[in-house]
């Protein structure tokens, strides 16, 4: 395991659908991210789990998003009813929290998602 | 609140060029932690190097040097004898004590032209 892996790398999907993103982080990180991008503009953050815990969430994750983290390793993030303004990259990264500090803040190379 | 300004949207050199990449944050934290973000085309965000909030110390890596200044919260990022490689997005970020999350400006496009 040599970095965060995220699927797909690309999808194009038709408004309305439901979409959904899967992320493998660094296997021994217990921390977990989800960030969204779009053109031109710096990630912004949208959630994170420590293990399997969602311990927090930003106003940008609407009721049409959730993100799940079951056993405390890989990650998806689910779209419900995808519109125009959803398309963006969705970056996951991952680190690892010891109590005393919080190492390897690592992104994997994430899913572009293009809603038509 | 948190907030990270680079103000410069796009900037282009010549080979060999030294440039310096700006970023400006906000903070009212006494502890925080401060990133450099390489992104090349292909997307992935390439970790550069982490500053915290008590080391106001320069650092230098090869052709990479930071400047960091709490007088004018301040952490620019300057590329000596520039190549053609460096041509990316370069986003600063800034995290709180627990890195819970990223604050991102909206990065600098840096073009290295041969």
């Known amino acids: 395991d040599t970095g965060v892996s995220q699927n797909p790398r690309h999808k194009i999907t038709k408004r309305g659908q439901n979409v959904t993103f899967r992320c493998d982080p660094i296997?021994?990180?217990?921390?977990l991210y989800w960030y969204r991008q779009t053109l031109g503009q710096g990630p912004e953050f949208l959630t994170y789990f420590q293990n399997e815990a969602q311990l927090e969430k930003s106003r940008l994750l609407s009721d049409r998003f959730s993100a799940e983290r079951p056993k405390g390793s890989f990650s998806t993030l689910e779209i419900q009813r995808t519109e125009q303004g959803d398309s963006a990259m969705y970056l996951c990264?991952?680190?690892?929290?010891?109590?005393?500090?919080?190492?390897?803040?690592?992104f994997g190379s994430g899913t572009r998602l293009t809603v038509v | 609140a948190q907030k990270v300004t680079q103000a410069q949207t796009e900037i282009s050199v010549v080979e060999k060029e030294d440039v310096t990449l700006d970023c400006v944050y906000e903070t009212r934290d006494t502890t925080y932690y401060l990133f450099w973000y390489k992104q090349p085309p292909s997307g992935e965000l390439v970790f550069l190097i982490r500053?915290?909030?008590?080391?106001?110390q320069n650092e230098i890596s090869g052709r990479y040097s930071w400047n960091f200044q709490k007088s004018t919260s301040s952490f620019n990022f300057t590329i000596t004898a520039s190549q053609v490689v460096d041509s990316a997005v370069y986003f600063c970020?800034?995290?709180?004590?627990?890195?819970?999350?990223?604050?991102f400006g909206s990065g600098t496009k840096l073009n290295v032209k041969p």
């Open positions: 970020a800034l995290s709180r004590y627990n890195f819970n999350k990223f604050y």
């Open positions: 296997s021994e990180h217990n921390r």
């Open positions: 990264a991952s680190s690892l929290d010891t109590d005393r500090e919080v190492y390897g803040y690592t």
């Open positions: 500053r915290n909030s008590f080391d106001e």
